[in-house]
């Protein structure tokens, strides 16, 4: 999918909470060394935008953590995306899909690499 990005076949947004996310799984795996050129690497992504913390972004985030019991990281992604008006959410996670799907469509990575 990330080809089909950098492509331009597809456009993609995601939250900064991605490289965060980046960041703690290369730490963890022992390449926190490498951590700052792999996040350089994600911010060269042509046609991936990548959204910051707004206060809209922050009050739906624990709207969602409240209402739908997210976890943090999950519900600032589904923020993100429905303020920046992502057409379709895209994830692995079913729990996750199915907590969102009643406010933004929603798929797996598969489906759209099929498109």
Same mark, same amino acid.
């Given at each position: 999918?990330?080809?089909?990005?950098?492509?331009?076949?597809?456009?993609?947004?995601?939250?900064?909470?991605?490289?965060?996310? #980046?960041?703690?799984?290369?730490?963890?795996?022992?390449?926190?060394?490498?951590?700052?050129?792999?996040?350089?690497?994600?911010?060269?992504?042509?046609?991936?935008?990548?959204?910051?913390?707004?206060?809209?972004?922050?009050?739906?985030?624990?709207?969602?953590?409240?209402?739908?019991?997210?976890?943090?990281?999950?519900?600032?992604?589904?923020?993100?995306?429905?303020?920046?008006?992502?057409? #379709?959410? #895209?994830?692995?996670?079913?729990?996750?899909?199915?907590?969102?799907?009643?406010?933004?469509?929603?798929?797996?990575?598969?489906?759209?690499?099929?498109?």
């Amino acid at each position: 999918m990330l080809e089909r990005i950098q492509s331009g076949k597809l456009e993609g947004l995601t939250s900064a909470v991605t490289e965060m996310e #980046v960041a703690l799984d290369m730490e963890k795996t022992g390449n926190r060394e490498r951590i700052d050129d792999a996040l350089k690497l994600i911010e060269r992504i042509n046609n991936l935008t990548i959204c910051h913390l707004s206060s809209w972004t922050a009050r739906m985030t624990a709207k969602l953590v409240f209402d739908s019991h997210m976890t943090v990281h999950d519900a600032y992604h589904g923020a993100t995306a429905m303020e920046n008006g992502a057409t #379709v959410f #895209v994830t692995r996670g079913r729990t996750l899909g199915d907590r969102l799907r009643t406010m933004i469509k929603t798929s797996a990575p598969e489906a759209i690499e099929q498109s």
